[in-house]
């Protein structure tokens, strides 16, 4: 099992940044993909940022590509999104996950955190 637990989540006004941070512990996880989902209410959770723990390379859709940028620390196994220029429509609940999967063209992930609330005011 991979624990995670998500932080930085709060109120911000649209253009605004935002720093989500996720504390993961657990089985080793050199081998994953982590990343962020969110979800919004009433829509299906979508997949925002991942990134390789072993090499650092990260992969974005394109709603979020040059405003949202994932990182890690391997000294303090965490795992961070910095997310700038926020909009209105970025307001979600923010998962940290671990051992990020594509699956018949989907993303899918195997550990979730508890999310975290993020909302951008007009």
């Known amino acids: 099992q991979v624990q995670l637990v998500e932080s930085g989540g709060g109120l911000v006004q649209a253009g605004g940044s935002l720093r989500l941070s996720c504390a993961a512990s657990g089985r080793p996880f050199s081998s994953y993909a982590m990343g962020w989902f969110r979800q919004a209410p009433g829509k299906e959770r979508s997949f925002v940022a991942g990134i390789w723990w072993s090499s650092g390379s990260t992969f974005y859709p394109d709603s979020v590509k040059g405003r949202f940028t994932i990182s890690r620390d391997k000294a303090k196994n965490t795992v961070s999104l910095q997310m700038n220029s926020l909009k209105p429509e970025d307001t979600a609940v923010y998962y940290c996950?671990?051992?990020?999967?594509?699956?018949?063209?989907?993303?899918?992930?195997?550990?979730w955190g508890q999310g975290t609330q993020v909302t951008v005011s007009s």
């Open positions: 996950v671990a051992d990020v999967r594509v699956i018949a063209g989907t993303y899918e992930a195997s550990y």
